[in-house]
């Protein structure tokens, strides 16, 4: 399996967070944060290890949990908290939201700047301050309403 490679930006903004909070910029973080910004999907801890092990064998599933903590720390990942579900990390910092099918799991990026650019509720002034806006929206994926129309035929 070919090793996709980062840009010279990804890995400076990696670089540039690891040297910011004293910490050193290892093997394992590199590899753990290209395996992320290149993930087609939105991984899990046990996804990310059964992929790195293909290229590091002697890779702990803890080193994993452990690393992408500390990416997600250095906000150069995103841990994904999905109501009722394990954390999932997107290295896709641009402002946007999730689609969760409630079938197969799919999990995929929306982007309606209309939602995030919209006037917030007065009432949210009592609650506090708004620093970040998540949506998630549930539902049955194009593939699974296929799949539910072929059972009934």
């Known amino acids: 399996m070919a090793v996709s490679q980062l840009s010279q930006q990804q890995y400076d903004f990696l670089k540039e967070a690891c040297e910011k909070a004293g910490i050193k910029l290892t093997h394992q973080r590199l590899e753990i944060f290209r395996e992320a910004v290149n993930s087609p999907d939105h991984p ?8 790195l092990k293909e290229r590091m064998p002697t890779l702990a599933l803890d080193t994993v949990y452990r690393t992408l903590a500390t990416l997600a720390e250095l906000g150069v990942v995103r841990k994904l908290n999905l109501t009722g579900r394990q954390s999932f990390f997107d ?17 995929e990026d929306i982007y309606w700047p209309e939602f995030d650019n919209s006037a917030l509720p007065g009432e949210l002034e009592k609650v506090g301050r708004v ?3 998540h949506l998630e929206l549930h539902g049955t994926c194009r593939k699974c309403l296929g799949e539910a129309k072929e059972e009934r035929k």
């Open 131 to 133: 620093q970040a806006r």
């Open 44 to 51: 899990s801890v046990e996804t990310m290890h059964k992929r």
């Open 91 to 107: 290295a896709n910092l641009k402002a946007h939201h999730h689609f969760i099918c409630e079938r197969c799991g799919l999990i």
